[in-house]
């Protein structure tokens, strides 16, 4: 049995295409998730403008000034798109920056003194916990228990400190990359999303598969994109805005710093931005601000948490049918597996792999 030339041809192709992007494989699984998410919105831009020039060539006697309307028109929809994902994507950061800014460089010169000293305890933290195991003496059971607990929460809080703040620093000091990085994911998500039509036929040619079952795919993995849109991003930024109000009102220096690093770490499953105000709840109570540090737990407890806690479980199991622990597990195994964009591609396969179980069923139903 001979190997069909055409599909021969198209598998080089694809080949071809791997290795000139095989260094950025984040990057076009991002650039994919985004084109998949925001194709509805070409193709609805692309519908309007053909309506539009439809009504153009029927009211517009000349010819000469017809063709540089319909030129000029068919351009329209990739200008409109181009236009509404950059201002999607650069409008919040913008904000954030003029929001942040003022107040960034008071909050990394903090962390970056928390790093220095290794993310030790401050030293009447230490006074006040040493306290409390002395007290403890007469009960060994109960005293290791608490060395433990305390072992663990300074273990956990200085490597998510620390991860966060080698990740900062880094994405400081490697401007270039970044900006690189952003535009090639701009252009292929506009490339992806141009030439869906086509990546799809070939894809079907490839695998000899039916192009309605490569379409019930988009719809899963679209769905699953649109809650996780919702559900995790949308969510943080609820969350950090929440913690921002709450760090303000409690007194704590640079809020909506601090607001900023709670809605970087809200996503995180079991911990979220507990990671953030929790240390500042201690701090303040050992700063004698009692009330204050009482107040800031509860928010965080009952306002924070509790966002997190009703929106998210509704906003993702809208867009993949799977119990909650499931979708906290396929979260999780996606942070182990590929670090922060796991976030995405931990429900984006557990919806792709949901879906091609549902299609292997369809052969087996009479």
């Known amino acids: 049995m001979t190997f069909p030339l055409p599909r021969l041809l198209y598998l080089l192709g694809a ?20 084109s998949c998410l925001t194709l509805p919105l070409y193709r609805r831009l692309r519908r309007e403008t053909g309506m539009w020039r439809m009504h153009l060539e029927q009211t517009t006697p000349d010819s000469r000034r017809r063709r540089l309307l319909m030129a000029v028109s068919s ?7 181009v236009a509404v994902i950059v201002s999607s ?94 535009f090639l994911f701009l252009m292929l998500t506009v490339l992806f999303t141009v030439y869906s039509r086509r990546i799809r036929k070939v894809t079907c040619r490839i695998f000899h598969i039916p192009q309605e079952l490569l379409a019930r795919f988009t719809t899963a993995i679209h769905r699953a994109l649109k809650a996780i849109m919702l ?43 507990a990671i953030v105000w929790a240390p500042l709840c201690i701090s303040l109570w050992f700063s004698g601000k009692t009330m ?29 049918n799977a ?3 499931v979708l906290i597990l396929a979260i999780l195994c996606g942070l182990s597996a590929f670090g922060a964009v796991g976030l995405i591609a931990g429900p984006v396969l557990l919806a792709f792999a949901m879906q091609s179980v549902e299609e292997a069923n369809r052969y087996y139903r009479p």
């Not at 351009?75 to 798109?81: A, D, H, Q, R």
């Not at 913690?243 to 909506?256: E, I, L, M, R, T």
Request: aromatic share 10%; net charge neutral; proline share 7%.
């Open 231 to 273: 559900g995790i991003v949308l969510v943080a930024l609820a969350q950090g805005a929440l913690c921002g109000v709450g760090f303000a009102v409690a007194g704590v220096n640079q809020p909506a710093f601090w607001g900023m690093l709670a809605t970087l770490v809200a996503p995180i499953p079991m911990v979220g931005t």
């Open 89 to 182: 994507l650069l409008t919040p950061v913008a904000v954030l920056a003029l929001l942040v800014s003022p107040q960034a460089v008071a909050g990394l010169a903090r962390l970056r003194e928390l790093q220095a000293n290794n993310f030790q305890l401050p030293p009447h933290w230490l006074e006040y916990i040493h306290a409390v195991r002395r007290s403890l003496a007469e009960y060994p059971s109960i005293e290791k228990a608490l060395n433990e607990a305390v072992d663990n929460i300074d273990t956990l809080f200085s490597d998510a400190v620390g991860m966060l703040v080698s990740r900062s620093f880094g994405f400081v000091g490697s401007t270039m990359t970044v900006l690189w990085t952003l």
């Open 15 to 34: 080949l071809a295409l791997y290795l000139l992007l095989w260094p950025n494989p984040i990057t076009i699984f991002m650039a994919a998730c985004l």
């Open 292 to 320: 204050a540090a009482v107040g800031l737990a509860l928010w965080g407890i009952l306002a924070v948490a509790g966002v997190d806690n009703v929106l998210r479980p509704f906003f993702l199991r809208q867009g993949i």
């Open 75 to 81: 351009s329209v929809p990739l200008i409109g798109y």
């Open 323 to 325: 119990p909650f622990l």
